[in-house]
């Protein structure tokens, strides 16, 4: 998973992999391509405009589009549910693995159900207008992919089986980090469509300055790695901010690498890629991101990692001392400025014409946000943060009372650019389109609410800190993944990649108790619809 442009890494997508791409057989793994192989696209057509009556989808549209979906029918006996799994905001060719070892596929074996990966409108080929303009982009909001669900239950045929629609099969829902929200809301929005959904690390709650998107590496990163990553920035900041009209912020970022950056909130921006990638570890090695132990292996290294920087020892000395820190610092520093020259740096050639340090990690860059032709993926989540979702990542939100892992030069203010050059919008997102639904306290009958201890995402949950404690129930199942990152429930290996500790302990209870509930859940559904029973 290659990181995206750190620049409001966090923001920029809670998956973190360059969206959408439809990967080109060069790139594609043997498993991958057995993978669509085995489960060919299929196509709905489905209404661009659900909301006839909303006066936000003007001018409206009477036409369709085709969303896409796969389906694995191995498992489906009579009676047997449809089991959802919302794709979310990439193309849904990611989450085929789900249908086959993962979540999907563990469900509709325990219930003899259908296992669905259904792709979000606009990713992936399941695009409704000619490009990604503003105006264009009407049509890609919560409310509207809500209805697709409900849609697409009514309305589906799926060749070679049964009429399986909605209410006369049992439709669940499963979805992870934005898809974990949308299924929480699915359900409450659409109970007699949707029997019940699993909201897996779900961001049910809006928030837009979203500073504690570091919380969890605060907390969990190894001690270490948090104090120097502190330090470090308090260093930075005290030079861009305390000492701003000196030559001190010039000849920090030359010790970078990136003397040419005009602005130092870019600069700042640019260090942040190491502390963001707490949320891409995963328990599987093989869908592992190393990038945030190699980080902190960086920065807390005793000796210089990187022997080229050896020359700099002097100026970063200087520099530590001139901000009031201690000079004891200066491996770690240049660590620091080797791991960001390895990750992001040197990544930016600025011998291709046209392409500056500016092009490169500037936030601001017009010509780039121009741009509407649907190859440009990365306007999709960036539309719904700066329209209804927020999450900007911050360091000037943290409060006084602690030391940031990211530069308080980080403001909304900064981390909003996108949305003013890219699509017009300067006013907050309607987090309140969101939040209706009940954000942290969202609640309802077979609902399931699963996160993770350690993921950076909790705290737009319900088992953010400090919140009332819920207890877990068949019908309202509340489940904190011990050590878990970001959805940790979701993907899963085969009979003969298991091994010790893998899966962990705690997903693996937390997968039995999913299955153990949606049984229930399907126990019930038999009981009301007793015509079901004999099936
Ligand atoms: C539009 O209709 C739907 C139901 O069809 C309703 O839930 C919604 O509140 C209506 N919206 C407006 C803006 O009137
Ligand atoms: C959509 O259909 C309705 C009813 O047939 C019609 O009144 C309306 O003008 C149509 N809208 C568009 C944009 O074609
Ligand atoms: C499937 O069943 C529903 C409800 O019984 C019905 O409205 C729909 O027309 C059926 N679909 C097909 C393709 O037969
Ligand atoms: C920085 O800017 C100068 C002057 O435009 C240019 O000569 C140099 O190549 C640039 N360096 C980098 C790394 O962009
Ligand atoms: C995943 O990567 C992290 C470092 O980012 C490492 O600490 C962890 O051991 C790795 N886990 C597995 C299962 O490979
Ligand atoms: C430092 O980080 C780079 C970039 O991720 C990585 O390749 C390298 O292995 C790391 N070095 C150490 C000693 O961890
Ligand atoms: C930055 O990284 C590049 C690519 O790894 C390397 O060639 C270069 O020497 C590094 N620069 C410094 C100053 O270490
Ligand atoms: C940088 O770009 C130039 C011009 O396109 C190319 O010749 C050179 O190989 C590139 N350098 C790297 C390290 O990719
Ligand atoms: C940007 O939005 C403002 C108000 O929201 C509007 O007045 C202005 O015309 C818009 N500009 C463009 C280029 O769409």
Known sequence: MAPLRVVAAAALSLLGIASAQELDSETVSPYDKWLRERYPDRWIDMPIDHFHNDTTYEPHSNDTFRLRYWFEPAYYKPGGPVILLQGGETSGVDRLPLLHKGIAAMLAEATGGVGVVFEHRYYGKSIPTEDFSTENLRFLSTDQALADMAYFAKHVEFEGLPNLTAPDTAYIAFGGSYAGALVAFVRKLYPDVYWGAISSSGVTAAIWDYWEYFEAARLFAPKECVLLTQTLTHFIDTILISKSSTDLPRRLKSMFGLGNLS??????????????????????????????????????????????LASLHPEAQ???????????????????????????????????????????????????????????????????????????????????????????????????????????????????????????????????????????????????????????????????????????????????????GMPPGSVVAAQEAEVEFVKAWMEEWKTERGRHGDL
């Open 263 to 308: 602005n130092d909130a870019d600069f700042a921006s640019t260090l942040t890629g190491g502390i963001s990638q707490l949320q891409y570890t995963n328990w599987d090695p093989s869908i592992n991101s190393t990038e945030f132990g190699h980080y902190c292996a960086n920065l807390t290294s005793p000796t210089l990692i990187h022997p080229n």
């Open 318 to 500: 200087s520099l530590l001392a001139a901000a009031g820190h201690p000079t004891a610092l200066t491996t770690s520093l240049l660590n620091y400025i080797g791991y960001v020259n390895a990750t992001a740096v040197s990544g930016c050639n600025t011998t291709i014409p046209g392409r500056t340090q500016d092009s490169c990690f500037a936030a601001s860059n017009p010509d780039v946000h121009a741009r509407p032709d649907t190859a440009q993926t990365w306007r999709l989540w960036t539309y719904q943060y700066c329209t209804e979702w927020g999450y900007l990542a911050t360091g000037a939100g943290v409060p006084s009372t602690q030391l940031p892992l990211v530069s308080r030069l980080i403001t909304l203010d900064h981390q909003s650019i996108v949305c003013r050059e890219a699509f017009n919008v300067s006013a907050p997102p309607n987090v309140d389109a969101i939040n209706k639904h009940g954000g942290f306290g969202i609640s309802y009958p077979r609902l399931a609410i699963v996160d993770g201890e350690r993921d950076p995402w909790k705290p737009a949950t319900p088992h953010r800190l400090g919140l009332a404690e819920r207890k877990s129930t068949v019908d309202e199942p509340f489940i904190l993944i011990e050590g878990g990152v970001h959805h940790w429930d979701e993907n899963g290996v085969l009979e003969g990649e298991r091994g010790p």
